[in-house]
C-alpha cells in the first residue's frame, strides 16, 4: 500500500487553471495523506493561506480528449524552501541502506501523484492529484542533526503506541537519526518540560500495550509557547498525533515556524477511533475498534437470547458519525437495528422503534440494538431539558442515550403494551479504546509512520498522513450502498417516514428515494 502528501487544511475546489502554473490560494479546510497510493496532504488551517499548485498539462498529442485544459490538479504541499529557498539538500542515506538495496525503485518521483477520485466517467476533468507519499532522492536535514519530538493529543485509540515506535524506529534504522525526544501529557507538555528520550529500545514493545506510552491530555494548546519551546530545545522534526481539533493546533503550529522562518518540518498523523477525520478515508485503530465491538454485541445477543423478551443494547463511540456501529453490524449478523447519528430515529407510532422492536419480540423472543452514542442527541436534551457543554478539546459533550433508551423502552413496554422485557445494557466504550491494535491496525500504523518520516526528512512540512482525501466532514450517506447493505442485512424500517428531525436534515428526493425501498433480508 503506497500513501500520498497533503496539507492540514480545505475547503472547496475551485475550478483548475488553465495553464502549468503554481498558483497560491486561500481559505482551505483540512487534508492528509492520500493513497491505496498514500499521499500528503496540507495541514493549513481554514483561515490560513494554502499552498496549491494546479497544472493542466497539455500532452501536445492530437486527438480525443486533452485540450488546453483536461482538468489535472496537484494538490501541493508546502515545503521548508517556500520559506527558506537557500536551504541545501542531501542524498538520501536509504541508498546506503540494506533493506532498501533490493527494491527496484527506491524514491518517489517528482512526478508521481495520487488521485483524489477512483471512480471516474470518460471524458470527465481528470481531477485533484496529491502528491505520493515515499522517499525521495533528496533530503534536507542531516541525520545527526536532527532533533526530532513526538507528541500525542486527545482521547485513546488502538494503534497510537504502533505509530509512536514506528515513528523511532523509523527514524533511527532508515535514516540514523538517534535524537529523539517524546513530549509527554499532549501539547502542554511542550512547555511544562515532561520530556523522556526515545530510542528503538525503550519503544520496543509498546505496540503491545493499549493507550498512549507519552501520556495524553485534552487541551493546553498555546502556539505561542509551544514554539517557543520547539526553538529553544532545537526541535527541527514534530510529529503530531491526534484528531481534527490536534490536526488544527498543528495547522497553527506550522504557520507561527513559517513566520519566524525556522527550519522545522510539521508533520501530523491523524487519529480517531470513529473514522470520522474528514480529511482522510480510514484512521488507524478502527479495524480494531469495529473487531472488540463485536464482544460486546455478542455477549448482549447470548443474554438476550437466553431470557423472555429479552432487549439488548449495545453502545459504541461515534460522536457524530456511525461508523463503528454500521460495520459493526454488518460484520456480526446478530444485530436487528442500528441507530446512528446520520439517521435520526423516533420512538412511537407508525414505522417507530417501538413498533419494530414489539414486531421482532414476537418473531423471535429478542432483539439486539447497536447504537452510536451521537445518536438521538436531540430527543435526550429533550427530554432532560440539558444544556449544550463542551470538553476541553472543544467537543459536544454527550448525553448518555443508551441509559435514556433503555428506559424509555423498559417505561413503553411495561406501561403502556403491558408486557415485561428483560433489558440488557452494555457500554464497552473504553473498554474497546483501550486495547492494543490488531494485526492490520499495526500494518497500517507502521505504513502511517514511516510515510510520515519519509515526508519530514524530504523537507515537507505543515502536512497529514491518510489513505484517501475527502472534501467534506466524514459522516455516512444514506443514500450510499454500504447503508442499504445494512439495511437489507438487519431489515430495520428507515425511520425517515414521519420524522420531522430528518425531514429537517435530508432532502425530500431522498426521503421520498429510501421510503419507496422493498428492504428484504439477505
Known sequence: MDLSLSSFARSSIPPPLKSCNLTSLSNFPNYSFKSR??????LISRQNRRIRAQYSCNSGSGGGGGGDDDGFVVDEVPHLTNFLPDLPSYPNPLQQNLAYTIVKKNFVSPEDVVAQKIVVQKGSPRGVHFRRAGPREKVYFKSEEVRACIVTCGGLCPGINTVIREIVCGLNYMYGVHDILGIEGGYRGFYSKNTIQLTPKVVN????????FLRTSRGGHDTDKIVDNIQDRGINQVYIIGGDGTQKGAALIYKEVEKRGLQVAVAGIPKTIDNDIAVIDKSFGFDTAVEEAQRAINAAHVEVESVENGVGIVKLMGRYSGFIAMFA?????????????ESPFYLEGQGGLFEFIEQRL???GHVVIVLA????????????????????SGNRLLLDVGLWLSQKIKDHFTKVQKMAVNMKYIDPTYMIRAIPSNASDNIYCTLLAHSAVHGAMAGY????????????????????RMWARLLSSTNQPSFLKGSPVMQERVDKETIEMIDNMKITSI
Open 37 to 42: 497510493n498514500f499521499s500528503l496532504t496540507p
Open 205 to 212: 514493545d509498546i505496540h503491545k500495550r493499549g493507550g498512549t
Open 329 to 341: 453490524t454488518l460484520a456480526s449478523r446478530d444485530v436487528d437495528c442500528c441507530l446512528i447519528p
Open 362 to 364: 414476537k418473531e423471535n
Open 373 to 392: 452514542e451521537g445518536a438521538g442527541q436531540e430527543y435526550v436534551a429533550q427530554s432532560m431539558h440539558a444544556v449544550s457543554e463542551k470538553d476541553a
Open 461 to 480: 512540512t505543515g502536512f497529514t498522513i491518510g489513505p484517501r482525501v475527502t472534501e467534506t466532514t466524514k459522516t455516512i450517506k444514506l443514500t450510499d
